[in-house]
């Protein structure tokens, strides 16, 4: 069975700096996509970052950037230029390339200090 | 132009009575999903339905009865409520079988039995 595990239950960072959120996942599957949710106070789920395990490129929206390293299957978010909105739940996620069930991790809040 | 939307946002209920919450997705997806949150935020799969068929049905009270009348809609039915179903119910959705796509989220629904 798949695992997705989230050793950093709280982590806080200072405005504008940077921090990066850890995951780690067990699973026997080469084929297999990676996502990180964001989930603010509003407690809506909110997509930030994907990530295809056939893809060696990190994926990159803006301040989110992944460290995807499949062998070690390890898959952290790094938030640069930390800004006050940044806090927030985030949850690791993986989905297997087919069928539709996904794992969540067990989420970081992450506290922005002004 | 909401994409998953689920009814409603608060339900306050005294223990022992039967409650429903609906949701609806407008994106044409095949897979829904009912995730329970807990207070300590654990994001746990309750249930799946593939085309209105459940696919997966995780060790969940029989108490609890999803509903999938189409595919654009699951409702949840949760009879004779206990304290101990305070949570935040989240409805989901996504496509089968594209790995790639991420699971879209309602803003939940926050249940309180008192």
């Known amino acids: 069975a798949q695992t997705v595990t989230q050793s950093q239950p709280e982590m806080s960072v200072q405005e504008a700096e940077t921090v990066t959120l850890s995951c780690t996942y067990d699973?026997?599957?080469?084929?297999?996509?990676l996502f990180w949710y964001k989930q603010p106070p509003s407690r809506q789920m909110i997509l930030v970052i994907r990530?295809?395990?056939?893809?060696?490129q990190n994926a990159t929206e803006n301040r989110f950037s992944v460290n995807f390293q499949k062998a070690a299957k390890s898959f952290s978010l790094k938030i640069s230029d930390s800004q006050l909105g940044d806090a927030a739940m985030y949850f690791c996620?993986?989905?297997?390339?087919?069928?539709?069930?996904?794992?969540f991790g067990t989420g970081t809040s992450l506290t922005v200090i002004p | 132009d909401t994409a998953v939307s689920q009814t409603p946002k608060y339900l306050v209920t005294q223990m022992g009575n039967d409650k429903s919450i609906k949701c609806e997705q407008n994106?044409?997806?095949?897979?829904m999903y009912w995730y329970k949150q807990d207070s300590k935020k654990f994001l746990k799969i309750m249930f799946s339905y593939n085309n209105k068929e459940l696919i997966i049905n995780e060790t969940v009270p029989n108490r609890f009865s999803p509903k999938s009348p189409d595919k654009a809609h699951l409702n949840l039915h949760i009879n004779s409520l206990e304290l101990g179903d305070s949570a935040v119910y989240f409805c989901a959705s996504s496509p089968y079988s594209t790995g790639g796509t991420e699971a879209f989220f309602g803003q939940g629904t926050r249940l309180t039995v008192v």
């Open positions: 996620a993986y989905r297997r390339n087919t069928g539709n069930q996904f794992y």
């Open positions: 699973t026997s599957e080469s084929d297999y996509y």
């Open positions: 994106l044409g997806h095949d897979t």
């Open positions: 990530q295809e395990a056939y893809k060696q």
